[in-house]
């Protein structure tokens, strides 16, 4: 299977892109956008399958901030506005005019803030992994969720939230215990290597963009909200979530209640990242979404 590999130049840095496959006849490019603020591309390569059962190139890249596209020291570039005048140099950059385009967590943020605020074309569907509309529906539910956590782990997320100190090693362990429930298992020997490698990840970005949690939106995308553009949206929409999510179910069904025409895949015994912990589901899933919208 071939692979191709480059870098773009973008405002004076440069973003790393990877290519698995080729163009081939009908079917149409699939275009993943990382979550983060500040991982990588790295997780989607358990998808690279998917380019070899279906025929189907996939285009993923690390966005500004992170992995290969590393930058830190600039905190001026960790907002909404750069990563998606990234993403619309990277369309023209590789000559992507028509496309399928999924974003997972930020890079679902990422894919419904260029869909409902800037012009597009070519889109032949979105696929909205584990993702959300809006920064304050997002906190609400990492709230309700804590309260599932152990009582002295409820107060010392509490407290650091209040104080703005986050060293204490109780809210640590906190906030370890609800990322292994909501996000991921741990990265073991027996994990796809993509998985194990060592990456650079974006602190900066991910802290002046998001916050310095999951549960506390307080950065630059703490206003992020598109919720009453959803019912605009007019590309074929695939929704999907894991039953322990940080995507909670409410969350997806809110995107799949306005979203004209959407659907909606749960993936009931996962968490942040179906597309790992039930690749070969997710892949069947894609093909048969990707083939029915090319």
Excluded at 186 to 205: A, F, H, I, N, Y
Aim: proline share 4%.
């Amino acid at each position: 299977m071939k692979i191709k590999e480059g870098y773009m130049p973008f405002h004076g840095y440069k973003t790393y892109y990877r290519i698995v496959g080729e163009k081939t006849g009908m079917k149409k490019p699939l275009v993943l956008l990382h979550g983060g603020p500040g991982s990588t591309h790295n997780y989607f390569e358990v998808l690279d399958a998917l380019a070899q059962a279906d025929g189907r190139q996939l285009v993923m890249y690390d966005q500004i901030g992170c992995g290969n596209s590393y930058v830190d020291g600039h905190p001026e570039l960790w907002t909404a506005e750069t990563w998606v005048a990234e993403f619309i140099a990277m369309r023209e950059h590789l000559g992507l005019d028509e496309i399928h385009l999924l974003g997972q967590s930020w890079g679902g943020m990422l894919l419904l803030d260029y869909v409902c605020n800037y012009e597009h074309k070519g889109l032949k569907s979105l696929i909205l992994s584990s993702t959300l509309p809006a920064s304050w529906m997002w906190g609400e539910e990492q709230q309700r969720m804590i309260c599932e956590l152990p009582r002295d782990m409820q107060d010392a997320i509490a407290k650091a939230t209040a104080s703005g100190d986050y060293s204490d090693p109780i809210y640590a362990a906190a906030e370890d215990e609800y990322m292994l429930r909501h996000a991921a298992g741990k990265v073991t020997e027996d994990s796809p290597e993509c998985l194990r490698r060592k990456v650079k990840k974006g602190k900066e970005s991910y802290v002046v963009g998001w916050g310095p949690n999951e549960f506390t939106p307080l950065g630059t995308l703490r206003n992020y909200d598109v919720t009453k553009q959803l019912e605009d949206i007019r590309e074929p929409s695939l929704v999907i979530s894991g039953g322990n999510d940080l995507c909670a179910p409410y969350i997806a069904k809110y995107m799949y209640d306005r979203i004209p025409h959407a659907k909606w895949e749960l993936f009931r015994a996962c968490r942040h990242m179906s597309f790992v912990e039930e690749n070969e589901q997710y892949i069947a899933l894609m093909r048969q979404w990707l083939n029915a919208n090319d």
